[in-house]
């Protein structure tokens, strides 16, 4: 969607009007930044973006640490024994020449040690190939979260910037009445002196500007408070000084529909579809327990007994034992368990399809909104901007006819209000546009267009 196009086009008299009211804000700040530079900011430091980062992280570790069981399991062992008394053997007494005795033997000697090592090798196993599928499909998933953050953080960082935007807009309205409203009171003050006017029309001026002061207060604390929100999102010490780059009248300009598939941009299909996929694997890999398995293992150690603790006395002897082989593990029943974890994940799995479907029905239905939603905010704005430019003809020439006597105070009064009304309107229109684009670029995935 390009806001640069088909800018709204008012007389010069309402374009200054607007200019000072949607003016580049002014101010002392460190830092100054656009709209695309507070979205890059967000992206680096926001936490849940941070946080996303390192679930991307977590899953290819999970990633590594599923392939290692396919790799060579490789363990060293020592063992030593000391057997403070033998353990005593009943042999018939006809071995050692005494027949019909039982003679007490004690074999072994009071130390013993081993020293080796195993390597077990997987030769066949379909759960750790289908695991490690899994495996894969889940750094995926972390990959599709970590780019639904991004666009959550995106659009509450827009948002944000745009109602900070509009409300120092708001506040820079009243201010430019203010002025205006002061003179006012400076020529019924005199009149008044004059006793060509009331006393009590002076204290409406007086009311009127009051009123407007409290309102600009107001304005300007929730402008503070929206600013400080938006440090947060981007990551920013809240005491750090922050000013905002304004475009006029926000970057307002007729809508451009995106028209590519639904499908092929939302990031939330993409985690649905990801998930179903994931769930997929899950009973493949269950159903693959039913699959024999086949591995390959060697083993070398030495050992020593001796009677004495001398086992690093040198010319003693470590008789060596080596061992290859492989294991062959057949399943055969489990008590229905994995028939029942199966059962139970089929479940899931429908459950999955069916929040998928109607994520897709949704998810068109919101994309027809905010193009309904974007197209109606555009006409409100041209009518508001027609509107602001009547009002403030309305009030020029009431404020003339004032000056010179020929029109009451009630008049000016209420050319003042309906002048006010008018901006607020306005404001509200051009906010109202900026937050329907930004859902339409959201129901279009095309938050990240914002970053480019």
Sequence with gaps: ??????????????????????????????????????????????????????????????????????????????????????ATQILPGEILGQPGTQVPVQFGTKYNATVGGRVTQMLYDQRFLTGLQAAKRSAELYDLLHLRT?????????????????????????????????????????????EFKRKLDLQRVQVNRQNAATRRDGLALAGEQQLNYLKVLMGMPVVADLALVQPTNLGVGAPRINTDPLSAQRTDLKVLHQQVELQSLNIRATKAGYVPTLSAFGALNYQAQRNEFNFFDQGQNWFQT???????SIPVFDGLRKHSKIAQQKVSLLQQEADLAYTENALAMEERNAIAQLNNSWHTVETQASNLTLAGNVYDQTNILYTEGMAPLTDLLDADQALRDARTAY?????????????????????QTLTR
């Design 1 to 86: 969607m390009d806001s640069r196009t088909s800018i709204i086009r008012i007389p010069v008299k309402a374009a200054l009007l607007v200019a000072a009211i949607f003016g580049t804000l002014s101010g002392t700040a460190q830092e100054t930044l656009d709209l695309k530079q507070c979205l890059q900011q967000a992206l680096e430091h926001n936490t849940e973006v941070r946080k996303a980062t390192l679930d991307q992280d977590a899953a290819r570790h999970l990633v590594n640490e599923t392939r290692a069981d396919g790799l060579p399991q490789i363990t060293a062992q020592a063992d030593l024994n000391y057997f403070p008394s033998i």
């Design 322 to 328: 080596a061992q290859i082989g492989a294991t062959l």
């Design 150 to 194: 991004e666009e959550q953080v995106i659009h509450e960082v827009a948002t944000t910037f745009y109602q900070v935007l509009d409300l120092r807009a708001q506040q820079a309205s009243i201010d430019s009445q203010l002025v205006n409203m002061t003179e006012l009171e400076r020529i019924t003050g005199l009149q008044v002196e004059n």
């Design 427 to 447: 404001h509200s229109a051009t906010l109202q546009y900026k937050l329907a684009e930004l859902d339409l670029l959201k129901a279009q995935g095309g938050l």
